[in-house]
């Protein structure tokens, strides 16, 4: 299985687009509004490496973040998720869920330090992201670095075996049960399961 195509594109290899529409080699389950507006629907979803020169004709919506490094871990905490975490597109991972998020104005006007106390001391956001490590596998793409205009703040992307189902929800549930989720002002849930060659 393979977890991007690679079209023809500009840009960095950090840059990540997520297409949905008609095409693609994932299929949209369903796509929920957790918090917020929902986006319009789409059948299936590609995920694509790089800047696409244009979309293809039949897209709903295209999403693109960043790679970056971890903001708001220690040497401590990015040793065990080194250790733990393993690469998306597993051969057995034909489960997905991409969910895109934005925090609101509040959480934007503190300041670094301020928003590790909330995300880690308090909400335990890392120690339970490790519970689920290695099943459930993750990607984070930072949509702020390119320009703070857009819809989301974040682009989360896991994918997992059928297996971790439940595992997954539990984890999701876990962390909306937090107080770092307070400060989501928008949040939308998008199920997939692979159904490429």
């Known amino acids: 299985m393979s977890l991007t195509s690679t079209p023809t594109t500009s840009g960095s290899d950090r840059l990540y687009t997520f297409v949905g529409g008609k095409s693609g080699p994932w299929k949209v389950t369903s796509c929920l509004p957790v918090k917020g507006d929902t986006l319009p629907p789409a059948d299936r979803m590609e995920v694509l490496q790089g800047t696409l020169t244009s979309p293809p004709h039949d897209t709903s919506w295209m999403l693109q973040g960043v790679t970056s490094n971890e903001r708001y871990v220690t040497r401590d905490e990015k040793t065990q998720l080194v250790a733990r ?113």
């Open 85 to 197: 975490q393993v690469a998306l597109g597993r051969p057995e991972a034909r489960c997905a869920a991409f969910i895109p998020i934005r925090k609101n104005a509040a959480w934007w006007a503190m300041t670094q330090d301020e928003r590790r106390a909330v995300f880690e001391d308090r909400s335990h956001h890392i120690q339970t992201g490790l519970k689920y490590l290695p099943g459930v596998a993750r990607r984070l793409h930072h949509c702020r670095d390119l320009g703070e205009q857009g819809p989301f703040d974040f682009l989360t992307y896991f994918d997992y075996p059928q297996t971790e189902i439940t595992a997954f929800e539990d984890l999701v549930a876990a962390l909306r049960a937090t107080e770092e989720w307070k400060y989501v002002g928008r949040e939308v849930d998008v199920r997939l399961v692979w159904d490429g060659a």
